[in-house]
């Protein structure tokens, strides 16, 4: 079945400090793959995308985002987290063969400590 | 303002009364679709509709219906709702074309339902 696992469910970092959150998805076709952020009381806002192309890719707030195909990971990158970064964390999978279902992971909880 | 709009954003109702959460969007999208947010589970799929009157089950339909009569509305219909029902409820709308930004959703704000 297809899946979409992200193994951090709870980070806490102090400002200015890196992050990399996992994401591995399980499926054989074409993937689509995405990061949301949800703020505290807001809906799902969408961090970046990747369609095809370059694996590296570069979203909103300084985030980015790598695709490697062998490990099935899109894992999310930030070089130095803010306080505003508290939010919880979304991968998703848009899966286009014969479907059209996004498929999203349990997401990860980022508190960022001042 | 370009937005998915969902009614009622708080709902209190008891087991068997059926209702409906309204969803529309104003930015001409082909796809909507409908999730669900439980604590510790992330967004699940309910129903997705690539246009008018074309709608599919996403990965948890049991217990909800849609219909998709307009482009703009996609409404969630609960006919007998039960207490596993209670969750936090998102309709999305997404563009079909890369020049609208193919496969972005735009979420409304929720619906945050609680089945007695």
């Known amino acids: 079945a297809q899946s979409v696992s992200q193994h951090n469910h709870h980070v806490i970092l102090s400002e200015a400090a890196s992050l990399e959150l996992g994401c591995n998805y399980s499926?054989?076709?074409?993937?689509?793959l995405f990061w949301y952020v949800q703020y505290p009381g807001q809906h799902l806002q969408l961090l970046l995308k990747y369609f095809s192309g370059d694996p590296l890719v570069k979203g909103i707030k300084g985030f980015e985002a790598e695709f490697i195909k062998s490990k099935f990971s899109f894992n999310l990158r930030k070089p130095s987290v803010q306080w505003s970064d508290t939010a919880e964390y979304f991968c998703?999978?848009?899966?286009?063969?014969?479907?059209?279902?996004?498929?999203f992971g349990t997401g990860t909880r980022l508190k960022v400590l001042a | 303002e370009a937005q998915v709009t969902q009614n009622p954003r708080y709902l209190i109702t008891v087991t068997g009364k059926k209702l409906t959460v309204t969803c529309s969007q104003n930015?001409?999208?082909?796809?909507m679709s409908w999730y669900r947010q439980d604590p510790g589970l992330g967004l699940r799929q309910i129903y997705y509709?690539?246009?008018?009157?074309?709608?599919d089950k996403g990965d948890v339909p049991e217990g909800y219906k849609v219909s998709r009569k307009e482009k703009r509305n996609f409404p969630l219909i609960l006919e007998s709702p039960s207490p596993n029902q209670t969750s936090l409820y998102f309709c999305?709308?997404?563009?079909?074309?890369?020049?609208?930004?193919?496969?972005?959703?735009?979420f409304g704000s929720g619906t945050q339902l609680s089945v007695l």
């Open positions: 930015m001409n999208h082909e796809y």
């Open positions: 999305a709308s997404s563009p079909s074309n890369d020049a609208g930004g193919r496969g972005k959703l735009f």
């Open positions: 509709s690539m246009n008018v009157e074309v709608t």
């Open positions: 998703a999978v848009l899966t286009t063969s014969g479907t059209y279902k996004y498929i």
């Open positions: 499926y054989g076709g074409t993937v689509n």
